[in-house]
Nanobody, 115 residues
């Protein structure tokens, strides 16, 4: 079992930057992929970025070149650096990790991009 706690988030102006992080605890030795999803009001949850166990990354087309996912070597933390934020990035952002054949999720953190 893994527990995930996100931190960061809040209100940011268009064009601004923000970094959110997620702390993992519990049986972290079995964590493989780590990633971020988001869900905007009235929309389905969508993948934002993932960092695989080998360290390679994938991004949604909508955030490529603006967002960067990273993690520490111990896989206890995963980060999402978000630059050039747009109003359409407004959503609840969820941290997720792959753990053996399961996935665990954080509680989510709200990011609002608005002037």
């Amino acid at each position: 079992q893994v527990q995930l706690v996100e931190s960061g988030g809040g209100l940011v102006q268009p064009g601004g930057s923000m970094r959110i992080s997620c702390a993992a605890s519990g049986s972290i030795s079995s964590i493989n992929d780590m990633g971020w999803y988001r869900q905007a009001p009235g929309k389905e949850r969508e993948l934002v970025a993932v960092i695989r166990s080998a360290g390679n990354t994938n991004y949604a087309d909508s955030v490529k070149g603006r967002f960067t996912i990273s993690r520490d070597n111990a896989k206890t933390r995963v980060y999402l650096q978000m630059n050039s934020l747009k109003p359409e990035d407004t959503a609840v952002y969820y941290c997720t990790v792959g753990w053996r054949n399961a996935n665990f999720w954080g509680q989510g953190t709200q990011i609002t991009v608005s002037s």
